[in-house]
């Protein structure tokens, strides 16, 4: 790695909603943020097909194209933004340090845009058919399900949430569980276990998503765990629901993490437990996580690092 360079007055780590708000909004305060994107940039969005509840589409904008314009919005306004990964960050003083393979970068202050990434089955053809019909989010897509019969896949507060949403779509919902019993909460539980449309299959693994040949969702192989009897169930879309990890791993034994792993952000700010470093989006977030609310936030934390710089004479 080669030495660090010049001061930057921001950072901001992640390219998703959040990240880019985060850009524009600096870069419009004439802040000249460095956006560092990742290897991979554009956050969760970009494994989305059609977007249809972001404000001011009134038609539907494919994931990937929405964030092709936040970040050529951004860059419009004068953010710097490298399609490169941050691996190391040093917060115990100031100027803070961000590292990427390459070189190393200094920051008055930091936004911290990472996002949570959504645990996935593992499958090959799950991997395949993402966007096709194999989604994480039903308020994101349920609405393209109507009259459809769907699997949610987990045992856990979310995948309750997710099949209780799905049958306002649905024309049924079947809950698929690796164990006999349910990790939600008794409410949650509850609901789900009240509504006529939710069907349930318990001590059961997915083992394969069909059918990657047709590009599109049409059933899902099945294991039960105790007999290892094998079975197919024909449904048009899977909702895997068995939970979200923040990326916060950068930031572990630096910041304030709460249980799940989040980062804790002072009541109606950005603010993060040390002071100059701010956080919007999904890594902070495990209850909306939608775009608009990263956006929102990535704002947020734009607009706290304007102000923390102003205070100092910046």
């Not at 901001?12 to 943020?33: D, E, F, H, K």
């Not at 996002?115 to 039903?138: D, F, H, I, N, Y």
């Not at 979200?244 to 249980?259: C, I, K, R, V, W």
């Amino acid at each position: 790695m080669t030495g660090v360079r010049d001061v930057r007055k921001v950072i901001i780590v992640g390219s998703g909603p959040a990240g880019l708000t985060a850009g524009i909004y600096a870069a419009r305060a004439n802040l000249s943020p460095l956006i560092l994107a990742g290897a991979q940039p554009g956050g969760q969005l970009m494994l989305t097909t059609d977007v249809e509840n972001y404000p001011g589409f009134e038609q539907a904008i494919l994931g990937p194209d929405l964030m092709d314009v936040m970040r050529r919005q951004a860059q419009r306004f004068g953010g710097e933004i490298l399609d490169d990964d941050a691996i190391g960050v040093d917060l115990s003083h100031r100027p803070f340090t961000v590292k990427t393979a390459e070189r190393g970068y200094q920051a008055s202050t930091l936004v911290i845009a990472t996002g949570a990434s959504a645990k996935m089955l593992g499958l090959e053809s799950e991997r395949k058919l993402l966007g096709r019909g194999v989604s994480t989010c039903a308020t994101c897509d349920g609405f393209f399900f109507k009259g459809q019969e769907l699997a949610v896949v987990g045992g856990g507060d979310s995948a309750m949430e997710e099949a209780t949403f799905l049958t306002k779509f649905a024309s049924k919902v079947t809950v698929v569980h690796r164990r006999d019993a349910l990790r939600a909460s008794k409410i949650m539980q509850d609901r789900a276990r009240k509504n006529p449309k939710i069907a349930w299959i318990w001590d059961t693994t997915v083992d394969e998503v069909l059918d990657v040949t047709q590009g599109k969702v049409t059933g899902v192989r099945l294991r039960n765990l105790k007999t290892g009897a094998r079975s197919e169930m024909t449904v048009g879309g899977v909702f895997v629901a068995i939970g979200h990890t923040p990326n916060t791993q950068l930031f572990a034994g630096q910041l304030e993490l709460d249980a799940g792993g989040y980062i804790v952000t002072q009541p109606g700010s950005a603010r993060t437990s040390v002071p100059g470093v701010f956080a919007g989006g999904d890594v902070a977030d495990h209850v909306y996580r939608q775009a608009v609310t990263a956006a929102g936030t990535g704002c947020m934390a734009a607009i706290d690092a304007e102000r923390f710089l102003e205070a100092e004479g910046h």
